[in-house]
């Protein structure tokens, strides 16, 4: 049966969304803490940040080592993205079946282009989508408007006829601040009580129920 759409433009979060790099992105911090500045994090820090660009969450961590941490962070996480980064059951088919009801489909992300395309590379998706909006294509990232923003203008849509599509509370302030909607998944980072707080109206426990 041919999905009937609520929205003609669907966006998608990608980490911990469309792909499952929750633990990819967790043990590369903790590799970057460790080796940086020589102690542990618990698991709920390290991911506290997730969804908003990695320099900023490195300056959570330490504003004075910020940058040895991105580095560091970078290089081991591109080292071990073959061997940690899963996909979710269930995600192809979701994609599948929005672009066969003629959806136009994108993924607005805080990664940089060049973790995007590595990460496509060892995942592919199942379709091509019409926008890929990265950390190098905006001058400001989530939770502000603008990289949802742009992939409107990319596809040529207004914000009424949009959803964005994500797992943390920045993607919810993003949508929020987009003026499209939002749709909360509660695979990835946040708890559904979190994003609802942050106004996730709905919240699908599963890609069956997304």
Known sequence: MRLALRWPVVLFDLDGTLLDTIPLIRESHRHAV??????????DVLESGIGTPLLEQMQIFSPEHAQELFDTY???????????????????????ALEGAG?????????MRDAVDLAFRVRPLPV???????????????????????????????????????DATA?????AAAGVAFVGVAWGV???????EVGAGVVARTPAEL
């Open 34 to 43: 460790r080796t940086v500045l020589g102690h542990d994090l618990p698991d």
């Open 74 to 96: 970078r290089t081991w996480n591109h080292a071990n993205t073959a061997r940690l980064l899963a996909g979710f059951d269930g995600i192809d088919e979701v994609l599948l």
């Open 103 to 111: 959806a136009r489909l994108g993924v607005v992300t805080s990664k």
């Open 128 to 166: 091509v989508f019409d926008a890929v909006v990265t950390y190098d294509d905006t001058a400001t990232h989530k939770p502000g408007p603008e990289p949802i923003r742009h992939a409107l203008e990319l596809v040529g849509a207004a914000p009424e006829d949009a959803v964005y599509v994500g």
């Open 171 to 175: 993607d919810a302030r993003a949508a």
């Open 190 to 196: 946040a708890e559904p009580a979190a994003l609802a």
